[in-house]
Structure formats: structure tokens, C-alpha cells
């Protein structure tokens, strides 16, 4: 009889240890699901904001680029074709953000010379008016 309950008792413990382990591995995937989401929402949360900010210094962008346009045909000038800029393959979306960032860095600063020059070239315009 006692191999019988010494046999009973080890089945109860080794049903009991994969009941166990079974438990801790539910616990284990459920931790690296919850880890996973959180990193899921993480990248979106970032994706989200870096669109945001690039949404936002493209049409800050289009902006200047539309009163440049203007400027130029005020003064009866065709404004250039403008080219696409070829993006470095593999950027990432910070490296994307910073550029688009500079190029509208760079686009207001045109955009202030053009606007000077601009101003110049109706001052001579209208001296030379006065002079004919």
C-alpha cells in the first residue's frame, strides 16, 4: 500500500508542478503581450507625433513657397520649376523630421532675401519710371 500512496503522492506533485508551471508560463506571456503592446503604443505615440511635426513644417513650408510664388509674379517674374529633394534611404523618422525642419530653415531664409530683393527691384523700377 504505501508504494500505492507514495505513487498517488508523486502524480499529485508532478500534477501539481505543470498546473504550476503552466501558471507561470500564462504569467511569463501575458507579461511580454502587455510589454509588447506597451511598445506597440510607444511607436505609434512617436509615429504620430513625428507626422504631426512634419505635417506642420510642410505646410509652414507650402506656405512660404506659395508667398515666394506671389512675390515673383508681382513683379511679372516666372517663378523655377521646383525639384523633388531625394530622401537618404533608411532615415529615420527624427533624421526625416530634422531635414524637413532645415529645409524650412532654409525656405524663410530664401524667402527674406527674395522679399529684399524684391523691395529693391520696385525702388528701381519706380526711379526708372520717374526718369522716362
Request: net charge positive.
Amino acid at each position: 500500500m504505501d508504494n500505492m500512496l507514495n505513487l498517488r503522492q508523486a502524480c499529485k506533485d508532478a500534477m501539481q508542478a505543470c498546473v504550476q508551471a503552466d501558471q507561470q508560463a500564462k504569467q511569463a506571456r501575458d507579461a511580454t503581450d502587455r510589454r509588447r503592446q506597451q511598445a506597440i503604443d510607444s511607436a505609434r505615440q512617436t509615429h504620430q507625433q513625428a507626422r504631426q511635426q512634419a505635417d506642420s513644417l510642410l505646410h509652414e513650408t507650402q506656405l512660404q513657397a506659395q508667398t515666394a510664388d506671389q512675390l515673383l509674379r508681382s513683379l511679372n517674374l516666372q517663378p523655377a520649376p521646383i525639384s523633388q529633394p531625394a530622401l537618404p534611404i533608411g532615415a529615420s523618422t527624427d533624421q526625416l523630421v530634422w531635414m524637413l525642419g532645415e529645409q524650412r530653415r532654409i525656405t524663410q531664409q530664401t524667402l527674406v532675401q527674395l522679399q529684399t530683393t524684391a523691395a529693391t527691384l520696385r525702388n528701381e523700377r519706380n526711379k526708372w519710371w520717374k526718369f522716362w
